[in-house]
């Protein structure tokens, strides 16, 4: 179970930084003015990177990771929520494989002892 929680992990933090990456294409392209796209996309990047060390601190069986990456699914499941919220269809496609996820994440933290 420690390896399926990582490979989830691993999974959220690699789409997570695409997803951040796509964003300042995204604003280039568009000339946005809404904010700066470069500092939320560092922000979305540095919260990518979280998500890779909690989940590989996790695989190697350190017991400091188990709370934030429950607190890290926990968090993939509100953003599902709202994703199925949407009214598009790929907005709910997201947010159905976001909420699988982090149910399958929390599913393997929970069924993964406690190392001593």
Same mark, same amino acid.
């Given at each position: ?33 809404? &904010? ?5 996309? $560092?922000?979305? *990047? +540095?919260?990518? %990177?979280?998500?890779? !060390?909690?989940?590989? @601190? ?27 919220? &949407? ?5 709910? $496609?997201?947010? *159905? +494989?976001?909420? %699988?996820?982090?149910? !399958?994440?929390?599913? @393997? ?8």
């Amino acid at each position: 179970m420690r390896t399926l929680c990582y490979r989830i992990g691993l999974a959220q933090s690699f789409i997570l930084a695409i997803y951040a990456i796509s964003l300042v294409i995204a604003a280039s392209q568009l000339e946005s003015t809404l &904010g700066s796209p470069v500092v939320e996309t $560092i922000i979305y *990047l +540095l919260f990518a %990177l979280a998500i890779y !060390f909690v989940s590989r @601190g996790f695989n190697r069986a350190q017991n400091w990771a188990r709370t934030p990456y429950l607190v890290i699914q926990m968090f993939g499941i509100i953003v599902a929520y709202t994703l199925l919220s &949407g009214n598009d269809l790929g907005y709910r $496609i997201a947010g *159905l +494989l976001v909420g %699988l996820s982090s149910v !399958f994440g929390i599913y @393997g933290l929970v069924k993964t002892p406690i190392e001593s």
